[in-house]
């Protein structure tokens, strides 16, 4: 690696602290959850990783360490936003994971989106044969539907009408991460 983009490590403060200072978060397990002060929510959509020294919202796509979220919080530059941190100026090259977490974002969206399809098409399926139900053994097979259903709708209505919080849940839980 060159000097050119070896990055050069500076102390930066704890994001959770910083972030803590201006919205309320919430913890669960390693992450915190809060309402994106970038754009206006009534759910929180903002997530920080204190392991990482990251945030993300889901909502709006703002994303970075300690030092973006002054940058934005602020509307200054990034030596701005070291100098609002007490750090002092040291080249640093700025957040290079910027686009890829929009990348992530995108596809967090597309699964989420995709597994919902899913689900509304198991129910369809299950509803239809539901109708054609005649004999016992019809019932039989349409068993494993009965047993699934009142989860799959419990879903769906987490995913449709929930918090970001719980579809993240869902998207953790339902395999979607590789
Ligand atoms: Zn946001």
């Known amino acids: 690696m060159s000097n050119m983009t070896k ?14 200072q201006h919205i309320e978060l919430k913890q669960n397990g390693v992450r915190y959850w809060g309402l994106c002060l970038f754009h206006s929510e009534k759910t929180p959509s903002m997530m920080v990783d204190a392991q990482k020294q990251t945030f993300i919202c889901f909502g709006c796509g703002a994303g970075g360490d300690v030092v973006t979220f002054i940058q934005k919080l ?17 080249p640093y090259r700025p957040n290079p994971e910027l686009q890829k977490q929009k990348e992530l974002i995108k596809d967090y969206r597309q699964r989420l989106r995709a597994y919902e399809d899913k689900l509304c098409e198991y129910l369809r399926t299950g509803n239809d044969c539901k109708r054609l139900v005649r004999t016992e053994e019809d019932l039989d097979a349409i068993a494993p539907f009965f ?32």
Request: aromatic share 8%.
């Open 7 to 20: 990055r050069i490590a500076i102390h930066k403060p704890d994001i959770l602290e910083v972030i803590q």
């Open 74 to 90: 602020h509307g200054v530059d990034f030596r701005g936003a070291l100098k609002l941190l007490g750090i002092s100026g040291q």
């Open 147 to 178: 047993h699934q259903e009142a989860h799959i709708e419990y879903l769906l209505d987490c995913l449709q009408f929930g918090t970001e919080e719980e579809r993240f849940e869902i998207y953790m839980q339902g395999g979607l991460i590789e």
